[in-house]
């Protein structure tokens, strides 16, 4: 089992960037291929970005590619999403999620993964 929790949310200014980061227990951290999903008021929850279990593999909505950046330190236990030039639109609940182990192909939808940080908030003022 994997514990997420998120943190790096905040109040940033359009163009601005935040780096958001999620720590995860356990030793097995490498095993699992992770995710970022957001959810902003009144809309469903949307896939933002993937990471293999190794880091050789990532994978963007196509509203955050070229500005989202999707990385993780395996020593740390740790995935992070970089922002850049954020958006208005950005604002949302951001949240980072854990598959199943194993799992090597990419993977966008939410029930696809089975571990969930409890998310951090991220509002872009215009």
């Not at 896939?47 to 990385?71: E, W």
């Not at 993977?107 to 215009?126: A, D, L």
């Given at each position: ?79 992070y999403l970089q922002m ?16 199943t182990p194993g799992t ?23």
């Amino acid at each position: 089992q994997v514990q997420l929790v998120e943190s790096g949310g905040g109040l940033v200014q359009t163009g601005g960037s935040l780096r958001l980061s999620c720590a995860a227990s356990g030793r097995t951290f490498r095993s699992y291929a992770m995710g970022w999903f957001r959810q902003a008021p009144g809309k469903e929850r949307e896939f933002v970005a993937h990471i293999s279990a190794s880091g050789g593999v990532t994978y963007y909505a196509d509203s955050v590619k070229g500005r989202f950046t999707i990385s993780r330190d395996n020593a740390k236990n740790t995935v992070y999403l970089q922002m850049r030039r954020l958006k208005p639109e950005d604002t949302a609940v951001y949240y980072c999620a854990a598959p199943t182990p194993g799992t090597i192909v990419v993977v966008t939808r939410s029930n696809q993964y089975i571990y969930w940080g409890q998310g951090t908030q991220v509002t872009v003022s215009s």
